[in-house]
């Protein structure tokens, strides 16, 4: 295991050595594979792209496609390049606006949450502690990957420019332990994955689809009371991002329950419509349906049955 830790831990370093120019001829030697000749995950994509814009027309949704799988190769070749970019370089690339008001909710001793969707250069967005100047703590909600050696080699590179990053079963607790220490935290939250059967409490019409979303972020945002902004990134071009701080609210136990779920995601279909390419079109995100969901619901003990589909249909008798 350490071993072979060591070996690609070095071929990614080495890589990352390479001028960004370099790793972006690389990138469209991996486009012409991925979109020409693999046509990687082409039918989720095409399904993904064709339910969210229904009044677009095939050139144009094959257009947003084309455009999807070239950013799709200059993120991976932007995220090798994380583990040694310098600060100056990594600056001029990611910009970040609105600092100043983070900032001040740090001197105030306010924890901040942003939220993120898998939307334009978000390995980059680990950059944000070289833009304040307050005591405190950047910090980002990740997801342990099963794969050992890349789980510890992407936990490196996301720490590089001195954030933390907190598994997502420790993130409450981590919380509370700054803030006993009086230590005031930023806290991304990419919020916009799938959640399981049995976690989902909420759904919202989301580029054009019936959609279960997470709500435990704004759950762990009203139980700390942080200052809640909403990171709007914009990919100016092509290695070259900002990423704008909206203020959401400074009071977010005055919303109602899912409320601030629900302006996250209407602010983040704004951000994917104004450039569809730079979001994650390879996942299913829509892969729970509503009518499957009612399906698995025993609606007297509220619990969601996890078996196997077509044995839960026959049981109860539905075609």
């Given at each position: ?25 690389v990138s469209d030697v991996f486009y012409f594979v991925l979109a020409k000749i693999v ?191 909403y990171g709007d990134v914009r990919r100016v071009k092509r290695g070259y991002y900002t ?77």
């Open positions: 295991m350490k071993i072979l830790y060591t070996l690609v831990y070095s071929c990614w370093y080495l890589l990352s050595l390479l001028p960004l120019r370099v790793l972006y001829v046509k990687y995950r082409y039918q989720v994509i095409w399904e993904n792209v064709s339910s969210a814009f229904p009044n677009y027309d095939e050139t144009k949704k094959k257009h947003i496609i084309n455009n999807f799988y070239a950013w799709l190769c200059d993120y991976f070749v932007e995220t090798v390049k994380l583990m040694t970019m310098s600060e100056a370089e990594v600056k001029r690339r990611m910009v970040f606006i609105g600092c100043e008001n983070l900032d001040k909710n740090w001197t105030d001793k306010r924890s901040v949450a942003v939220y993120l969707g898998h939307y334009g250069q978000w390995e980059w967005i680990t950059s944000l502690p070289l833009w304040l100047h307050s005591d405190g703590k950047c910090t980002q909600i990740y997801h342990p990957l099963e794969n050992k050696i890349f789980d510890k080699i992407f936990l490196k590179a996301r720490q590089h420019y001195g954030g933390v990053c907190i598994p997502m079963n420790e993130s409450l607790r981590k919380l509370v332990k700054y803030r006993a220490k009086g230590i005031p935290v930023v806290l991304g939250y990419i919020a916009d994955q799938a959640p399981f059967w049995n976690n989902i409490h909420h759904w919202i019409d989301f580029l054009h689809h019936d959609t279960p979303v997470f709500t435990g972020a704004e759950r762990m945002i009203k139980s700390t009371d942080q200052v809640v902004y990423c704008e701080f909206k203020l959401m609210t400074d009071q977010p136990k005055l919303f109602s329950d899912y409320e601030l779920t629900d302006t996250y995601f209407d602010l983040l279909e704004k951000s994917i419509i104004y450039d569809p390419s730079i979001y994650l079109w390879s996942h299913k995100r829509w892969k729970r349906t509503h009518e499957e969901y009612n399906i698995r619901l025993n609606k007297e003990t509220g619990i969601i049955d996890l078996r196997d589909l077509e044995t839960i249909k026959k049981e109860k008798g539905i075609q």
